[in-house]
C-alpha cells in the first residue's frame, strides 16, 4: 500500500525559508510523478511544484517560480520543496501527491491527476 508521509512545515517569518519532505513507501516501479499542492481556507488547491522521477523533469506554478525547488533522493524514496524568500500568500497547507500512470508534462499541476496523497503539513509565514 502505497503511503506518503510530509514533513517540514512550521512558522516562518516573511522572507524565510523552510524545506519539506514527502517520504514515499510501498510502492513498485521507481518511475512516478510525484507533485506538492496547497490549500489556504477558502480556496481551492493549487499545485506547486512537480517531478518526474523517470528523468528528473520538474514543473512550477507561476508564483513560485525562483524561489521553490523540487528535488528527488531515490535512495530515501524521498521528495523534497525547498522553500526560499517565503511570503504570507504562501501561508497554506501543504501535500504532497504521487500517481505512476502519469509521466508529468502539463498535467504534472493538476491535482485529479494523482491518486495518492499525503496528510499534509502546515506553513505559515508572517509578516
Known amino acids: 500500500q502505497v503511503q506518503l508521509v510530509e514533513s517540514g512545515g512550521g512558522s516562518v517569518q516573511a522572507g524565510g525559508s523552510l524545506r519539506l519532505s514527502c517520504a514515499a513507501s510501498?510502492?513498485?516501479?521507481?518511475?512516478?510523478?510525484l507533485g506538492w499542492f496547497r490549500q489556504a481556507p477558502g480556496k481551492e488547491r493549487e499545485g506547486v511544484a512537480a517531478?518526474?522521477?523517470?528523468?528528473?523533469?520538474?514543473y512550477y506554478a507561476d508564483s513560485v517560480k525562483g524561489r521553490f525547488t523540487i528535488s528527488q533522493d531515490n535512495a530515501k524514496s524521498t521528495t523534497y520543496l525547498q522553500m526560499n524568500s517565503l511570503k504570507p500568500e504562501d501561508t497554506a497547507m501543504y501535500y504532497c501527491?504521487?500517481?505512476?500512470?502519469?509521466?508529468?508534462?502539463?498535467?504534472?499541476?493538476?491535482?485529479?491527476?494523482?491518486?495518492?496523497w499525503g496528510q499534509g503539513t502546515q506553513v505559515t509565514v508572517s509578516s
Open positions: 517531478i518526474y522521477t523517470g528523468g528528473g523533469s520538474t
Open positions: 501527491a504521487a500517481d505512476w500512470g502519469m509521466y508529468g508534462g502539463s498535467y504534472a499541476l493538476r491535482a485529479k491527476e494523482y491518486n495518492y
Open positions: 510501498g510502492y513498485t516501479y521507481s518511475s512516478y510523478c
